[in-house]
Every structure is written in C-alpha cells, then in structure tokens.
C-alpha cells in the first residue's frame, strides 16, 4: 500500500529515479510472496525507465532484479543477459560485492543452460571475491552451488570439499536451511562415494535438524494458537461474566485439555513408526548399494587387468616393429645402395625405378620408426606429457581435415610416469574417437593442475550423441576410459548432446610425494 503511494506521489513530480525504486521495491515484494506475474510487470516498469538513468548502480541492480525474476521462473537465457548486463556495469564501478552476486547467478544459469566450463568458471570467480570480503555465509552459498554442480557430475572428491567447506563457514551462522540441504547432500554424495558410514552420519544430521526446524515452526504456531485462545478467553469471560457458568468452562477447558494430550500421544506414536519404517528402508538401501559397489570394484579390477595386457601387447609390437621389421627394412636399404653404381646409367628407366624404391624403402622406415614410437609411448617417457600432446596436436593439425587446441595451466613440472603414459593413453583414446565418430572442426585439450588434482578436458564441436542411449548398449569405449581412469584413482564423466558437441573430464587426485618431480 504504502510502496504504491509512494509511486503515485514520486510520478506527479516526475522523480524517474526514485519512481524505479519503487518499482524494483514492489517486484522485489511480490517476488517474496509467491507472486511472479506481478513483480514481472513492476520490474519490466523499471526496465522501461533506465534509458537516460545516469545513475549505474541503479541501473546494475534493476538489471540483477530483473535476471532474478526470470531465472525463478526458468527463463535461463533472459536471466543470462540481464545478469551479464549487470556485470558490465559492476565491472566498470569495481563493485566486488555485487559482481560476486552476479557470477554466482550466472554460473547457476549456464549450469542450467548445460554449459559446464562458462559455469565453474564464474561460480569459482564469485568464490574468489566473497573470500576476499570475507562474507562466509554468502561464499557458503556458493561452495554448496560449486558442490551440487560436481555432484550432478558425479565428480564426488570435489562435490564432498565444496560442501564441507560450505558447512564450515557457516558454524556460527543461523541460515539453517542452507545447513539442512548441505547435510543431504553430503550424505548422497557419500553414498554414491560408498562410504555408507559417512552416509548415514549425515543422513541423521539432516534428519534430526530437519524435525529441529519442524519444531521451532510447531513452537511458532502454538504461539500464535495459544494467543488467539487467550484473547478468545478474555472475550468469553467478559460476554459470561454476569451468567456464573464456571462449571460449563472447566468442563470445557478440561475436554480441550484431554483432547491435546490424546493428540500428543498420536502424533508422537506417529513420528517414531515413521521414522522407524524410513530407518529400516535406509539400511535396505546401503545393504543393496554396497553388493552393487563390490560388483562395480570386480568390474574395474577386470579393466584394469585388460588395459595393463593391452599395454603390455603395445611395447611388445613396438618392439617387434623397431628391431626386427625395422632392422630388416634398413638391411635391403644398405642392399640397395650397393646397387647404386652397379645400375646402366644410360637407362633412364632403371634410374626411375630404383629412385623410386629407395623412395618407398625410406618412407616404409620412418613409418615403422612412427608407428613404433606410438605404440610405446617414446615421447611421453623422454620429454613428458605436454611436449607429447603438443606433438599428438601438431599431427592432428597438419591432417587439415580439424583443428586441435592444447591449453595448459600449472603442469610446469612433471607428473610421475605412470600417470603421464595413463592420461596420454586416454587422450589418444578421445581424440581417436572424435575423430572417428564427431565430424568436428574443432576439438581443445585442457589440463588444469592444482595443489590437489589434475583435470583433464576433452571438448570437441561434434554431432554428439544420445549418451542414456550409449549407456543402454554397454559400449565398450566408456567402460575402457572409465577403467583407464580409475587406475590412476581419478574419475571419468562424460557430456554429450546430439548436435552439441562431446566432453569429457577427468579428475586426478595428486600425490606430491609421488606424483611430481622436475623436468
């Protein structure tokens, strides 16, 4: 009422700015009351307004309101560009505190868009300044968005850190729905990680917070209950005042006595069976979920045997390839060069094809000496897994049919041997298939190393594929990488659309004990 006076009274003297605050006010209160339509007509009247609005942080905010309304109602691409716009404008007035708010709304709707690096990327950013303000429970908010986003990847190391660090700063906070939620996740993501115990600490976590807040709710309403019973009393008292009816009010308060106390014995009886029976289902569950993991740990112990036979077959070929079939090819060599001046000169002829067999010869030794380094993985053990990638690249560009893009950032110093050979084989393997399924112009290897683990990115702008559909038909290509990865203890997610593209991502965690050493 008074929000609509206010309006009216700022119009008549054409106050624009203060008539937009109105208006972002009222969208901002039918928005906390459930009402959408409204606060869409209240911020598109602000919208309307900001034409020759010099103030920016106004600006900034109505734009912010406005992406806050339509990503509530799921219009992702018209919240982007109204939280973008909003971000230009906190940018250019280094306004930390609402670009943090800006880069946390953003990263959620590229996640909703299906954009996964532009959403780590400005979630991760919006991390940085609030732990620069210092602001715990707003950085809270977005460890738990960083932590749902690994655990809808189920990348379960990193969804497990982000939502323990979101409960760690808010141990003195009060915001306990944000507490509420952060316990279940963290019990799913146990789960999933097969640490039943952990799963079921967090589960009673969130159970006994969660009947904590039912309860101060209880506690509210019998407040309020117990307020109109007074008033109501006081009004009876007063209309039988001159009646003298004590008798029939004892009886009264009596039955509504009895009454709460029969009520009480209900629902407490109700609440332990409930709980009881949700209990039992519980451990139902984790009893199913660790035969399923058992059977899942068989599984990778059978690829890993696989992969290290494969591995072991490699060397032997190359080996073959480089000693004997090689050996044999540079013998005929030397043989044909002691032909050289025993050929007639004056036959044309003659010259042309022994050039041309020696030509062949050359090109049959370099293609042996190609094929074996492949196989053996040469490069990777002399001169590490960058150089080795750059390399894989180089020939994938000079193919001309797609370009490769190799970023790197911190692998400065290398990684151990095994690790190394691990992820060059799993590149390969990606490349491999992009290059024979995506029809894509375009695929970009990323590693990123932190004090913690290493990620590997594989993106391509391919076809894509239905991957519910590749899950169905058992292929042997996701098994095979997901056992690859799970040698070095890392973990293999893969993203596919049809007409979107492919990526794949590979988290390592790192020893320093082991895992480094300069290069």
């Known amino acids: 009422y008074y929000l609509f006076q206010s309006q009216r009274l700022y119009e008549k003297i054409n106050d624009t700015l203060n008539i937009i605050e109105?208006?972002?006010?009222?969208?901002?209160?039918?928005?906390?009351?459930?009402?959408?339509?409204?606060?869409?007509?209240?911020?598109?009247?602000?919208?309307?307004?900001?034409?020759?609005?010099?103030?920016?942080?106004?600006?900034?905010?109505?734009?912010?309101?406005?992406?806050?309304?339509?990503?509530?109602?799921?219009?992702?691409?018209?919240?982007?560009?109204?939280?973008?716009?909003?971000?230009?404008?906190?940018?250019?007035?280094?306004?930390?505190?609402?670009?943090?708010?800006?880069?946390?709304?953003?990263?959620?709707?590229?996640?909703?868009?299906?954009?996964?690096?532009?959403?780590?990327?400005?979630?991760?950013?919006?991390?940085?300044?609030?732990?620069?303000?210092?602001?715990?429970?707003?950085?809270?908010?977005?460890?738990?968005?960083?932590?749902?986003?690994?655990?809808r990847k189920k990348i379960l190391d990193s969804s497990i850190f982000h939502f323990e660090m979101a409960k760690k700063n808010l141990a003195s906070s009060g915001n306990g729905k944000l507490i509420l939620k952060i316990n279940q996740a963290l019990s799913e993501s146990f789960a999933l990680k097969g640490n039943y115990l952990k799963a079921y600490e967090y589960h009673v976590k969130f159970s006994d917070l969660n009947d904590s807040l039912l309860d101060n709710e209880k506690v509210k309403q019998i407040a309020e209950m117990q307020t109109k019973y007074e008033t109501e009393k006081k009004e009876q008292q007063i209309t039988l005042l001159g009646e003298q009816n004590k008798t029939k009010t004892a009886q009264r308060n009596a039955l509504i006595a009895g009454t709460a106390v029969l009520l009480i014995l209900f629902l407490a009886s109700g609440i332990y069976f409930i709980q009881r029976n949700r209990i039992a289902k519980k451990n139902e569950q984790i009893a199913r979920e660790e035969i399923s993991g058992l059977l899942k740990e068989q599984e990778i112990k059978s690829y890993n045997a696989m992969i290290e036979g494969q591995?072991?077959?490699?060397?032997?070929?190359?080996?073959?390839?480089?000693?004997?079939?090689?050996?044999?090819?540079?013998?005929?060599?030397?043989?044909?060069?002691?032909?050289?001046?025993?050929?007639?000169?004056?036959?044309?002829?003659?010259?042309?094809?022994?050039?041309?067999?020696?030509?062949?010869?050359?090109?049959?030794?370099?293609?042996?000496?190609?094929?074996?380094?492949?196989?053996?993985?040469?490069?990777?053990?002399?001169?590490?897994?960058?150089?080795?990638?750059?390399?894989?690249?180089?020939?994938?560009?000079?193919?001309?049919?797609?370009?490769?893009?190799?970023?790197?950032?911190?692998?400065?110093?290398?990684?151990?041997?095994?690790?190394?050979?691990?992820?060059?084989?799993?590149?390969?393997?990606?490349?491999?298939?992009?290059?024979?399924?995506?029809?894509?112009?375009?695929?970009?290897?990323?590693?990123?190393?932190?004090?913690?683990?290493?990620?590997?990115?594989?993106?391509?702008?391919?076809?894509?594929?239905?991957?519910?559909?590749?899950?169905?038909?058992?292929g042997m290509g996701l098994k095979n990488l997901e056992a690859r990865a799970a040698k070095l203890n890392g973990a293999y997610h893969v993203d596919s659309k049809p007409g979107r593209g492919t990526i794949s991502i590979i988290e390592v965690p790192l020893n320093h004990d082991s895992n480094t050493h300069s290069g």
Do not use: W
């Open 22 to 151: 109105t208006y972002n006010f009222s969208a901002d209160l039918f928005l906390s009351y459930g009402n959408v339509k409204d606060a869409i007509v209240q911020a598109s009247n602000s919208i309307k307004l900001l034409s020759n609005i010099k103030n920016m942080p106004l600006v900034s905010r109505t734009y912010k309101l406005n992406g806050i309304i339509h990503y509530q109602i799921s219009e992702y691409k018209k919240a982007l560009d109204y939280f973008n716009k909003s971000k230009e404008i906190d940018v250019s007035l280094h306004n930390e505190f609402e670009l943090a708010s800006n880069l946390n709304y953003l990263g959620l709707c590229y996640q909703a868009l299906g954009n996964d690096s532009l959403s780590i990327t400005c979630l991760k950013k919006a991390l940085k300044y609030y732990n620069r303000m210092e602001m715990l429970e707003d950085e809270s908010e977005v460890h738990y968005n960083l932590g749902f986003f690994y655990l």
């Open 311 to 474: 591995e072991e077959e490699r060397k032997r070929i190359a080996t073959d390839l480089h000693d004997r079939l090689g050996s044999m090819l540079s013998t005929v060599k030397l043989l044909f060069n002691s032909l050289d001046e025993k050929i007639d000169k004056n036959q044309e002829e003659n010259r042309g094809q022994y050039t041309k067999a020696t030509g062949l010869l050359d090109e049959a030794v370099l293609e042996v000496r190609r094929i074996s380094h492949n196989l053996s993985t040469g490069m990777v053990n002399t001169f590490g897994l960058v150089p080795a990638l750059e390399e894989l690249c180089q020939s994938i560009d000079n193919s001309k049919i797609i370009k490769c893009k190799l970023l790197c950032y911190g692998m400065e110093a290398r990684l151990d041997q095994q690790t190394e050979i691990g992820l060059f084989r799993i590149v390969q393997e990606l490349v491999n298939n992009v290059l024979k399924h995506a029809d894509a112009k375009l695929v970009t290897i990323q590693l990123n190393r932190t004090s913690e683990s290493l990620n590997l990115t594989v993106e391509d702008d391919g076809k894509g594929f239905d991957l519910t559909e590749k899950m169905k038909s058992n």
